[in-house]
Nanobody
Framework: QVQLVESGGGLVQPGGSLRLSCAAS????????MGWYRQAPGKQRELVAT???????NSADFVKGRFTISRDYAKNTVDLQMNSLKPGDTAVYYCYAELSVRSNPLLRFQYWGQGTQVTVSS
């Protein structure tokens, strides 16, 4: 079994900062991609940012210049540093991982965390 556990959400004022963290654990063989998606009420889940095992990143236009994604490859963690937060950033943020497991290292699976609430409000 594989688990993704997020932490770091909460309430912050506009212009403030938050740091989200996600740790992957379990019978992991290799992690190819880790990242973050978000879902606001009444909207579809959307990409925030991802980072590959090679360090390549992909991020949505709305986060560029404000959010930074980083990974600790030894610890199987991914962080999202969010600065200059806006009310429009309010959403549940989900950790994502594309990985293979020890019992079947040739197949890739997608895993999701349980989500952490980020609320930007004065």
């Amino acid at each position: 079994q594989v688990q993704l556990v997020e932490s770091g959400g909460g309430l912050v004022q506009p212009g403030g900062s938050l740091r989200l963290s996600c740790a992957a654990s379990g019978s992991i063989f290799s992690i190819y991609v880790m990242g973050w998606y978000r879902q606001a009420p009444g909207k579809q889940r959307e990409l925030v940012a991802t980072i590959t095992s090679a360090g390549s990143t992909n991020s949505a236009d709305f986060v560029k210049g404000r959010f930074t994604i980083s990974r600790d490859y030894a610890k199987n963690t991914v962080d999202l540093q969010m600065n200059s937060l806006k009310p429009g950033d309010t959403a549940v943020y989900y950790c994502y991982a594309e990985l293979s497991v020890r019992s079947n290292p040739l197949l890739r699976f997608q895993y999701w965390g349980q989500g952490t609430q980020v609320t930007v409000s004065s």
